[in-house]
T-cell receptor, first 114, second 112 residues
Framework: DAKTTQPTSMDCAEGRAANLPCNHS???????VYWYRQIHSQGPQYIIH???NNETNEMASLIITEDRKSSTLILPHATLRDTAVYYC???????????????FGQGTRLTINP | EAQVTQNPRYLITVTGKKLTVTCSQN?????MSWYRQDPGLGLRQIYY???????DKGDVPEGYKVSRKEKRNFPLILESPSPNQTSLYFC???????????FGEGSRLTVL
């Protein structure tokens, strides 16, 4: 699986949009981009995923560049409860290990400030 | 409520005393897996299962065993725990290959 690079930490003001970047320059054509977050030591929570088109759900938007070498997770109106570690992961979508194998890096520690 | 349930949530044990961490999901998911999380090392996959009676090693399987006799359960077995297995453990499941993973709340294990 391709490796991802994320900033170690970021700050954002409450109510503003939080934009979390991720580089995945070695991504393959069959690899999806996933975002998860982990609040304190709770189980990671799925946020969103995509292949090449931009995606939006009730939690966030995912913007993937045309060359797919980077992406940005956008939390449109950050709240204090969005303070967490955010993981960007690329993963093969097929094959035995693609089903479950997620390689979590160190992620970005996002702090939302009042 | 759809969930992945792990037990125990907290456990302190001694070296060599066999223990099992149970994992159960109520979503009829085919895929289940175990991860451990350690400071500075992130989440690492221990074992995964594609379906009943189908399991395979992840990145750090040494010292662990798993079984998948029923679709809903995927226990993690430490036959002879050692202090380097002190960690935070997460079980996860998903319905499809490309689907989201649902994680349990974690089991914090300390081996003395």
């Amino acid at each position: 699986d391709a490796k991802t690079t994320q900033p170690t930490s970021m700050d954002c003001a409450e109510g503003r949009a939080a934009n979390l970047p991720c580089n995945h320059s070695t991504i393959s054509g069959n690899e999806y981009v996933y975002w998860y977050r982990q609040i304190h030591s709770q189980g990671p929570q799925y946020i969103i995923h995509g292949l090449k088109n931009n995606e939006t759900n009730e939690m966030a938007s995912l913007i993937i560049t045309e060359d797919r070498k980077s992406s940005t997770l956008i939390l449109p109106h950050a709240t204090l409860r969005d303070t967490a570690v955010y993981y960007c992961i690329v993963r093969v979508a097929s094959g035995p290990q693609g089903a479950q194998k997620l390689v979590f890096g160190q992620g970005t520690r996002l702090t939302i400030n009042p | 409520e759809a969930q992945v349930t792990q037990n125990p949530r907290y456990l302190i044990t001694v070296t060599g005393k066999k223990l099992t961490v149970t994992c159960s999901q109520n979503m009829n998911h085919e895929y289940m897996s175990w991860y451990r999380q350690d400071p500075g090392l992130g989440l690492r996959q221990i074992y995964y299962s594609m379906n009943v009676e189908v399991t395979d090693k992840g990145d750090v399987p040494e010292g662990y065993k798993v079984s998948r006799k029923e679709k809903r359960n995927f226990p993690l077995i430490l036959e002879s725990p050692s202090p380097n297995q002190t960690s935070l453990y997460f079980c996860a499941s998903s319905l499809r290959i490309t689907g989201e993973l649902f994680f349990g709340e974690g089991s914090r294990l300390t081996v003395l």
